[in-house]
């Protein structure tokens, strides 16, 4: 009877956890990109002024679960998608804004593998991997791994990634840490190789992590305070954004543990950002 009892009660225990389970795999639910992806800039996006305005902030705990943010987005409203970098440490899981600490579908890459930028493209998952040169696929629905790829010879290294809605095609945006910002169809294969300068016209070096909004391209200066927003089409700068009271918010411990990771999110019109092994996401407002 005791056994009978027993085995009923972890039966009903084992079916709440796979509920549980379920419930939180139905609420991945990915929003559609397209909005994002116009050749034609809202008048917001085309007029920039490289101001901003500090909105909401989440502490997260950087001291028992330290995420070295490589890349970062919005997959819906709630919800965002995380690229964790460093040998033996590199992962790819969603996290939440109401419980920011969990890693949710949190699968961890192989030691010799460095995780670089991430994207969702038609419900699939990409992540680079940076000397590696690798591509990983992953089902967005529940991260778990489909396959790999390589990328193609001209990047050299797996840095950022995004992608866009451009003449009616899709195009994957991929830098590789120099000033060139990669756009390739969506089997990876590089069509061209766009250089970006300043109005000086000096290379912009160190592209990082990426994120196309409206018509523009954002993109991180890996080890520094600055984010910049890009016309690709007329290949440069039309605004740059400084973020040092936030790296003095964040109290690095290390040169590299800097400014890296920007997420739009569609619903408030505002972005989320925050750094490597950061105590902290910030939500902000570009004007």
């Known amino acids: 009877m005791k056994k009978t009892t027993a085995l009923t009660f972890f039966s009903i225990i ?62 819906n409203q709630t919800t965002l998608l995380e690229s964790s970098g460093q040998y033996g440490k590199s992962s790819i899981h969603y996290l939440n804004l109401d419980d920011i600490n969990n890693l949710i579908f949190n699968y961890q890459l192989p030691s010799n593998q460095f995780g670089e930028g991430c994207d969702i493209i038609n419900n699939k998952v990409y992540q680079l991997t940076w000397l590696e040169r690798k591509i990983n696929v992953f089902n967005a629905d529940d991260l778990s791994f489909i396959n ?14 995004t992608h866009r809605i451009f003449n009616g095609e899709l195009q994957v945006l991929i830098t ?21 300068f300043d109005d000086k016209k000096k290379p912009v070096n160190n592209l990082n992590e990426l994120e196309y909004v409206n018509g523009t391209l954002f993109a991180n200066i890996y080890l520094t305070t600055k984010i910049v927003a890009i016309d690709l089409e007329n290949k440069k700068i039309i605004a740059t954004y400084d973020f040092q009271e936030l790296v003095k918010d964040a ?16 619903y408030t019109d505002s972005f989320w950002i925050t750094g490597k092994n950061w105590g902290f996401i910030q939500e902000v407002k570009l004007l």
Not at 52 to 59: C, D, E, T, V
Not at 148 to 161: C, F, I, N, Q
Not at 177 to 195: C, L, P, R, T, Y
């Open 14 to 75: 084992a079916f709440s956890l796979t509920a549980f389970v379920f419930l939180i795999k139905g609420s991945i639910d990915i929003y559609d990109q397209s909005n994002l992806s116009k050749s034609e800039c809202p008048q917001n996006y085309t007029d920039l002024k490289g101001t901003h305005k500090l909105l909401a902030r989440i502490n997260r705990d950087n001291t028992k679960n330290p995420q070295y943010t490589q890349g970062l987005l919005f997959v």
């Open 176 to 196: 590789d840490g120099s000033n060139q910002v990669h756009i390739a169809d969506e089997n990876f294969n590089v069509q061209q190789s766009i250089s970006i």
């Open 251 to 266: 109290n690095r411990k290390k040169r590299d543990e800097c400014l890296n990771g920007i997420a739009y999110n569609q």
């Open 148 to 161: 790999e790829m390589k990328l193609d010879d001209k990047v050299a290294a797996g840095w950022g990634l």
